[in-house]
């Protein structure tokens, strides 16, 4: 079975969207994929996101997701850093 790349445009918020440059991060992956997969991917893409990877949150179709949370062609995908409030 051949595998399906796609383009997913990785909405970036916080510090992520200061270190990418823009709003959004496109990146190619293979899908069905997973947000961990993803998470690897735009970082991958985008080394200076690196460091934080591993604080790092993933949104999938606007629910928060696990490292397993599967990610498939035309959902909304976003990374955030971690968010605090006062």
């Known amino acids: 079975m ?21 709003d959004v991060a496109p990146v190619m992956v293979v899908v069905p994929t997973t947000a961990a997969s993803a998470l690897d991917a735009v970082c991958d893409q985008y080394p200076q996101l690196a460091p934080l990877r591993s604080s790092l949150l993933v949104a999938v179709n606007e629910d928060y997701a696990r490292a397993e949370t599967p990610i498939n062609a035309g959902d909304e995908v976003a990374v955030f850093p971690p968010i605090a409030g006062g």
């Open 2 to 22: 051949k595998a399906d790349r796609v383009l997913l445009n990785i909405l970036v918020f916080g510090q992520c969207r200061a270190l990418v440059g823009a």
